[in-house]
């Protein structure tokens, strides 16, 4: 492990680098890399087998047991101790447990010829929405996750933190062809509509079941649309006309789970 560099300048290139990393998404996708913030998520990264490009960890937080603990086992190329000072000239990226690290965004494995369970994601815009149903995903047991062109980066550092992890154990596709990536799919490709005959909780969600989900405002386009083999919609009985994509996605996705657990101790699955 390397030693850890201590900097004391503001000025410092290193430390430019990391602000301009957290500010610039035309930087994050230049060079491949992300910052991910928090004990937590520094942890997870070191929990998936990652390395990260550097760590860097603020004085007062490094005198903390469990982050000493956290930054001295991490494996990292450079690991940076900034002073308390220069802290604050990177307060935008620096969370209340005072560590962050680069991390270079994982290259997805090729896409298979056929899929199974997936989420496919259109023109997204949000990042703290594209996170939390990448969360819901990863805890839903879905390993995959495809972007059309147009959505969000899937690695900027509010996406990550909304994902608190999720990231690192999914497949992440961006920029995919998702009439493609249906062809690809073995199952049906399921989409919310609120006007839906179908109910979602009265649906068998049985075998392969890809996701589809669109635009916060304007739902899916047209070929979006194209892409879905079944409608269902989630009843509401209150006064909402509509859900949140991101508790739209969390919803499905665990009906499906419910559905497998309740036939599973039935046998019937």
Known sequence: MPALKRIESRDNAQVKALVKLAASASERRRTGTT?????????????????????????????????????????????????DRVVEKVSQVVTASGVVAVVEAPKPPEIPRELGAAVLIEN??????????????????IRDVFLSPGSVFAWSPKTVRAGMGAHFFLSIHENADLADIARRCKGRVVATEPRAKASLYETKLDGAVAWLFGNEGAGLSEAG???????????????SESLNVAAAAAICLFEQVRQRETHKREGKW
């Open 35 to 83: 910052l991910i913030e928090g004990e937590r998520l520094v942890a997870a990264y070191r929990d998936s087998g990652g390395t990260a490009e550097t760590i860097a960890v603020g004085e007062s937080a490094y005198a903390k047991p469990g982050i000493r603990s956290l930054v001295d086992a991490a494996p990292a190329r450079v690991k940076l101790l900034l002073s």
């Open 124 to 141: 997204l815009q949000d990042p703290g929405n594209l996170g939390s149903i990448l969360r819901s995903a990863a805890a839903a047991g």
């Open 225 to 239: 649309r194209g892409i879905a083999t079944d409608w269902v919609r989630i009843p509401m009985p209150g006064k």
